[in-house]
């Protein structure tokens, strides 16, 4: 076996100690990629410590465990779709850059779709207060509009935002149906941002901003 590939070296207990950050780090990029790959049942505390070259006890150590673990990363997320839906963005850029989000944070799209399979009700979902919180907001954003008389009055807007949620992760979910329809890969570059600009334009087409 060569140098360059030899497999790289975890760090020491006492590497890690001096740098917590990068451990946490570790472990959170570790966790994200294998609660995206087999949803939070599937997911064994042991293979998480063993992807981010770290002793499993100190996955309980900085985290308290898998659920605390999860929660720090379903916090993470909840951040960036506050940030995707910042105050004043128009509903059709918001759904364009969730789309986009699947260019550099395919895995958070494959925890909520994860989330949606597993579902078992409020008690067994550990990120069901953030989540509800955050997409409450957005249902308001689409009950204001239907006040001002931009959206008819026969939509129900939680149904709405629930159609648009689901349209903006149709390359995440849908990829074999995209295939098979649009003929191209559905995680190309190329075929994100077209579809991105789709929806947005449907959106625009529908007419929802205009006064």
Not at 3 to 23: F, G, L, W
Not at 53 to 67: A, C, H, M
Not at 121 to 127: A, E, I, K, M, Q
Request: aromatic residues 6%; negative net charge.
């Amino acid at each position: 076996m060569t140098a360059s590939s030899k497999p790289r070296r975890s760090p020491k207990p006492q590497e890690r100690q001096r740098d917590p950050d990068r451990t946490r780090r570790l472990i959170l990029e570790a966790a994200v990629a294998e609660f995206a790959a087999h949803g939070y049942a599937g997911t064994r505390i042991a293979a998480i410590a063993a992807r981010a070259g770290v002793n499993q006890q100190l996955i309980s150590y900085y985290f308290d465990g898998k659920e605390g673990l999860y929660q720090a990363i379903s916090e993470g997320w909840g951040q960036r779709e506050i940030e995707l839906a910042a105050p004043g963005t128009p509903l059709s850029e918001q759904l364009r850059r969730m789309v986009l989000e699947v260019l550099s944070s395919r895995e958070g799209m494959r925890l909520m779709a994860w989330s949606g399979l597993e579902y078992g009700g409020p008690d067994t979902d550990p990120d069901h207060a953030r989540r509800s919180a955050s997409l409450g907001g957005t249902v308001e954003q689409v009950a204001e509009l239907q006040k001002s008389g931009k959206i008819p009055e026969w939509v129900d807007p939680a149904c709405l935002t629930v159609m648009l949620m689901a349209a903006a992760m149709a390359p995440v979910t849908l990829p074999h149906v995209i295939e098979g329809l649009a003929q191209t890969d559905p995680g190309s570059p190329e075929f994100v941002r077209h579809y991105a600009d789709q929806l947005a334009r449907l959106i625009e087409h529908l007419n929802p901003e205009r006064d």
